[in-house]
């Protein structure tokens, strides 16, 4: 599960990719000043080893996500996890992209430090699907590209994956 050393070696090569690689979200203006993202120190208190709840209405549904570029997406709804930070229980809704191969969930959510910290339209999880239990780590919680420039069209964060916490772990806004 958690693992910081492996957590920090993810961020350094994460950051020295989107300096260099041409496949970087970054235009070359914003690459020549790059020196990093910014990002949460790690917590161990937000990486959790959860069960996808499949007992909830609408499961395997479509589901139409606006984006930052006025396009919609449509992902299918996976289920429901249950967690609990600094001891308030918290809920949210996970997806499966329904164009994409099936090895993913995607957790979308926006919390209290969204439009503050973190960016206005939520950030992102990527979970990989093994077994029955999700390693959802929000040390690894990413903006979507769309953060970055307007280059790029990205899902917004449905009203449902509003967290009532803070979820103080992963990337903040780029500066």
Do not use: H
């Amino acid at each position: 599960m958690y693992n910081q050393e492996k957590l920090l070696e993810f961020r350094k090569q994460k950051d020295k990719a989107w300096k260099n690689d041409k496949e970087s979200p970054l235009t070359e203006d914003q690459k020549r000043d790059f020196k990093g993202l910014n990002y949460y120190p790690p917590n161990l208190n937000l990486s959790f080893e959860l069960t996808l709840n499949k007992n909830i209405p609408d499961v395997g549904k479509k589901v139409i996500i606006k984006t930052t570029g006025g396009e919609e997406q449509v992902y299918l709804r996976a289920g429901k996890v249950i967690f609990t930070v600094e001891g308030k229980g918290v809920e949210a809704i996970v997806f499966e992209d329904p164009e994409q191969e099936q090895f993913q969930y995607y957790l979308l959510f926006r919390d209290q430090t969204t439009g503050k910290e973190t960016y206005e339209n939520g950030r992102m999880l990527q979970i990989p699907k093994k077994g029955d239990k999700l390693i959802i780590d929000f040390n690894y919680a990413y903006n979507p590209y769309s953060s970055y420039n307007d280059n790029w069209d990205c899902p917004i964060t449905p009203e449902e994956n509003i967290l009532p916490v803070a979820i103080k772990a992963g990337e903040k806004k780029f500066k």
